[in-house]
T-cell receptor, first 113, second 118 residues
Framework: GDSVTQMEGPVTLSEEAFLTINCTYTATGYPSLFWYVQYPGEGLQLLLKATKADDKGSNKGFEATYRKETTSFHLEKGSVQVSDSAVYFCALSDNTGGFKTIFGAGTRLFVKA | DTEVTQTPKHLVMGMTNKKSLKCEQHMGHRAMYWYKQKAKKPPELMFVYSYEKLSINESVPSRFSPECPNSSLLNLHLHALQPEDSALYLC?????????????????FGPGTRLTVL
């Protein structure tokens, strides 16, 4: 079945460091891919998404490119801030009908001042 | 307005109690979801309503009973819960036009209800 694999955390970075959180997926169809972020004590918020191969999603300095050849959707940010400390979930949803949104296990990011 | 609201924020209940969680959105979304999230885990889907009809029940125990009174409201009725049901319960909604595949649209999540079962 479809699945999402994220790098294990926690990831600890200093402010202004470069961030990469790896995400790979397996899917039988042509999924849409998402990154959601969950700040402490809150629900999930969509960070960015891409709906087809080679699309790049971007928001708040974060970027991810839908790579069909490597089945990846890695999240990057050039310069992290303390306020980026949160849990990041990679997710996919299958466009072939019926509900299939599958979340990765989540990666916790700590950014130190 | 891109907000999903949930009440209460926190709930503590005994195993013999009956309580309800409430969720509301005014974005005109026609799909609404209940998820359960345990600490340090991703959300697990429980139920999906599409156009106020139950579309998906992910084999959830009958002590959880969902209800969708109208297109803006979603309830989760709780009865005879177990301590292992303690978790963060998240509501979400998405646009989902007719013919769309559920889950392909962006989901908007509420802040959740932190449930503790004693």
């Amino acid at each position: 079945g479809d699945s999402v694999t994220q790098m294990e955390g926690p990831v600890t970075l200093s402010e202004e460091a470069f961030l990469t959180i790896n995400c790979t997926y397996t899917a039988t169809g042509y999924p849409s891919l998402f990154w959601y972020v969950q700040y402490p004590g809150e629900g999930l918020q969509l960070l960015l998404k891409a709906t087809k191969a080679d699309d790049k999603g971007s928001n708040k300095g974060f970027e991810a490119t839908y790579r069909k050849e490597t089945t990846s959707f890695h999240l990057e940010k050039g310069s992290v801030q303390v306020s980026d400390s949160a849990v990041y979930f990679c997710a996919l949803s299958d466009n072939t009908g019926g509900f299939k949104t599958i979340f990765g296990a989540g990666t916790r990011l700590f950014v130190k001042a | 307005d891109t907000e999903v609201t949930q009440t209460p924020k926190h709930l503590v209940m005994g195993m013999t109690n009956k309580k309800s969680l409430k969720c509301e959105q005014h974005m005109g979304h026609r799909a609404m979801y209940w998820y359960k999230q345990k600490a340090k885990k991703p959300p697990e889907l429980m139920f999906v309503y599409s156009y106020e009809k139950l579309s998906i029940n992910e084999s959830v125990p009958s002590r959880f009973s969902p209800e969708c009174p109208n297109s803006s409201l979603l309830n989760l009725h709780l009865h005879a819960l177990q301590p292992e049901d303690s978790a963060l319960y998240l509501c979400a909604s998405s646009q989902e036009g007719r013919g769309g595949a559920l889950g392909t649209d962006t989901q908007y999540f509420g802040p959740g209800t932190r449930l503790t079962v004693l």
